[in-house]
């Protein structure tokens, strides 16, 4: 017997247990990294997360034969609706055991939500804004999920495909393996667009031991440049600076100075910037929802001894597009790859008709790895 409970956003047991699902579903799978329960109870709580002024959320969790089968959320984003001129029900955090029955249950709730709304298409894996996971693996299955991925087993895609979900957009991501030299190229291409446009570096580090006020004010000019330069692209929504600032102090407890680089202009304002992380997925394997305390010791380690990392975002502000201001932060972020160890770099997922960031990195070999979907659902107006 399959049985479908709503979990209300104000109950804070029922949403351990549907965050806990995942955690258990995954427990020996040694590519998956599930989220920490501080990550998600506040991505989920009105109160912390801003997007809720402008979105809805409805979370469900099944049970088959009294168990935890599966669990799914849905996300009325009347701000992108309105941005993009969409009629989308999103929906997010689906995961599930290996039984179709259970996953057709799930998407009933969210089917009979969009009708209520009066949505035309269901659309995701995708959550409140662009800085959230997005997409469904559908390639890549045997290769360790970062810490903004969801990993998910490959029989979603067949429950996906039995709805008859269609594909919207596909995500990206490449492997590269760090060069050990700097290139010299690059190198010449950076120091001259720094002179001809009297940009300078940022000394972050320095800002993060001894003036953390001054460090979290270009932090957030970082982040008004990531929300003006990824504004075109799919599933964006403007970020308000409540979200701005919550992200600010999500990075600050992943920040490594030599994986990060900002660089200002003669008037102070942020150019372009980019941000790499190290790869911590074994700690939140580890930690099971937690870094303390099992946790602890594979992040200090993740921090310290850095194998590989991922790249996080890198944005330019529109005026400086056409400047090869990009390439400071590559020829900077490549010798702190070099200084920190790194022997390999995946980049996070990028849309795949994105061709401006994929040529990025096209001098680097890169490998392409994983490959993620959004789907969607058509909404029929009687089932």
């Given at each position: 017997?399959?049985?479908?409970?709503?979990?209300?956003l104000g109950?804070?047991?029922?949403?351990?247990?549907?965050?806990?699902?995942?955690?258990?579903?995954y427990?020996?799978n040694?590519y998956a990294a599930?989220?920490?329960?501080f990550?998600?109870?506040?991505?989920?709580?009105p109160k912390?997360?801003d997007?809720?002024?402008?979105?809805?959320?409805r979370m469900f969790l099944?049970?088959k034969d009294?168990?935890?089968?599966g669990?799914i959320?849905g996300?009325?984003?009347?701000?992108?609706?309105?941005?993009?001129?969409?009629?989308?029900?999103r929906?997010?955090r689906?995961d599930?055991?290996?039984?179709?029955e259970?996953?057709?249950?799930?998407f009933a709730?969210l089917?009979d939500?969009?009708?209520?709304?009066?949505?035309s298409?269901l659309?995701?894996?995708?959550?409140?804004?662009d800085l959230?996971?997005?997409?469904m693996?559908?390639?890549?299955?045997d290769k360790?999920a970062s810490?903004?991925?969801?990993y998910?087993?490959?029989?979603?895609?067949?429950?996906?495909?039995?709805?008859?979900?269609?594909?919207v957009?596909d995500?990206?991501s490449?492997?590269?393996e760090v060069?050990?030299?700097?290139?010299?190229?690059?190198?010449r291409l950076?120091?001259?667009?720094k002179?001809?446009?009297n940009?300078?570096?940022?000394?972050m580090?320095?800002?993060?031991?001894?003036d953390k006020?001054k460090?979290d004010?270009y932090?957030?000019?970082c982040?008004?440049i990531?929300d003006?330069?990824?504004a075109?692209l799919?599933?964006?929504?403007?970020?308000?600076?409540?979200?701005?600032?919550?992200e600010?102090?999500s990075?600050?407890?992943?920040y490594?100075?030599?994986?990060?680089?900002?660089v200002?202009?003669?008037?102070d304002d942020?150019?372009v910037?980019?941000?790499?992380?190290?790869?911590i997925?074994?700690?939140?394997?580890?930690?099971r929802g937690?870094?303390?305390?099992?946790g602890?010791?594979?992040?200090?380690k993740?921090m310290?001894?850095i194998?590989?990392?991922?790249?996080?975002?890198?944005?330019v502000?529109?005026?400086y597009?056409n400047?090869?201001?990009?390439s400071i932060v590559?020829?900077h972020?490549h010798?702190g790859?070099?200084?920190?160890g790194v022997?390999?770099?995946?980049?996070?997922?990028?849309?795949?008709?994105n061709s401006?960031?994929?040529?990025l990195w096209?001098?680097w070999?890169p490998?392409?790895?994983?490959r993620?979907?959004?789907?969607?659902l058509?909404?029929?107006t009687e089932e």
């Amino acid at each position: 017997m399959i049985e479908v409970r709503e979990i209300p956003l104000g109950d804070r047991r029922g949403k351990k247990k549907f965050f806990k699902f995942v955690i258990d579903l995954y427990r020996d799978n040694k590519y998956a990294a599930p989220n920490f329960y501080f990550d998600e109870f506040a991505e989920f709580d009105p109160k912390v997360n801003d997007a809720f002024r402008f979105a809805d959320c409805r979370m469900f969790l099944a049970y088959k034969d009294g168990k935890p089968a599966g669990r799914i959320a849905g996300i009325w984003h009347r701000g992108a609706n309105e941005k993009f001129g969409k009629n989308e029900l999103r929906f997010t955090r689906f995961d599930v055991i290996n039984d179709f029955e259970v996953t057709k249950a799930l998407f009933a709730k969210l089917f009979d939500w969009a009708r209520q709304l009066g949505m035309s298409e269901l659309i995701g894996p995708i959550s409140f804004s662009d800085l959230n996971e997005e997409g469904m693996l559908i390639e890549g299955f045997d290769k360790e999920a970062s810490y903004i991925e969801l990993y998910n087993h490959p029989y979603y895609v067949e429950h996906m495909q039995k709805l008859g979900a269609y594909k919207v957009v596909d995500w990206t991501s490449y492997e590269i393996e760090v060069p050990r030299e700097t290139d010299k190229r690059v190198h010449r291409l950076a120091e001259m667009v720094k002179n001809k446009n009297n940009f300078r570096i940022v000394d972050m580090p320095y800002l993060y031991r001894h003036d953390k006020k001054k460090f979290d004010e270009y932090g957030m000019k970082c982040l008004d440049i990531l929300d003006k330069a990824y504004a075109p692209l799919f599933g964006t929504s403007p970020l308000n600076e409540k979200q701005k600032a919550r992200e600010l102090e999500s990075i600050k407890q992943i920040y490594v100075p030599e994986l990060a680089c900002v660089v200002a202009d003669e008037n102070d304002d942020v150019a372009v910037y980019g941000f790499m992380m190290p790869r911590i997925s074994e700690a939140m394997r580890k930690g099971r929802g937690h870094i303390f305390f099992r946790g602890l010791i594979p992040f200090i380690k993740a921090m310290t001894n850095i194998e590989r990392a991922d790249m996080m975002s890198v944005g330019v502000d529109p005026k400086y597009a056409n400047t090869g201001a990009v390439s400071i932060v590559i020829d900077h972020c490549h010798a702190g790859l070099i200084k920190r160890g790194v022997r390999y770099l995946e980049t996070g997922p990028e849309l795949e008709d994105n061709s401006h960031i994929q040529s990025l990195w096209k001098t680097w070999n890169p490998k392409l790895v994983k490959r993620r979907r959004c789907w969607g659902l058509k909404v029929k107006t009687e089932e």
